[in-house]
């Protein structure tokens, strides 16, 4: 497939030329592509703020292993508290569109302006 990138600065493409020769690419496109192909097997790492009616909440992914997830939260009602579970699921499985996932299933269980993306 090919992908189109407009609008790049003449800066930017001098420096990702200099960096594609660094790497001992043919050429800026091959290096590109490359690093593309690097980037598109990473998996995210990211973390949503929750406030509930009454306690609050932490959901993470902060490493590539399935176990790397983590939430806490305190003074949640059950379904408060069950949303969270089910989001870490998502979460944890981190299969492709599972982040988008567990953000919709927080949103609607807290309210869009209840939860908050921030650094893992």
């Not at 091959?30 to 703020?49: K, T, V």
């Not at 399935?66 to 870490?88: C, I, K, L, Y």
Request: net charge negative; no cysteine; aromatic share 8%.
């Amino acid at each position: 497939m090919d992908i189109l990138i407009r609008n790049v600065s003449d800066e930017d493409a001098n420096a990702l030329e200099i960096k594609a020769k660094a790497a001992g690419a043919d050429n800026r496109g091959a290096w590109l592509a490359q690093q593309l192909h690097s980037m598109a097997g990473i998996p995210e790492r990211y973390a949503y703020r929750v406030m509930g009616q009454v306690g609050k909440g932490t959901l993470r992914r902060y490493s590539d292993h399935v176990n790397g997830t983590s939430s806490t939260f305190s003074n949640f009602n059950q379904d408060e508290a069950d949303a969270m579970q089910h989001a870490e699921n998502f979460v944890r499985r981190n299969a492709p569109g599972d982040k988008e996932k567990a953000f919709e299933l927080l949103t609607s269980q807290f309210g869009e302006d209840q939860v908050f993306e921030i650094p893992a």
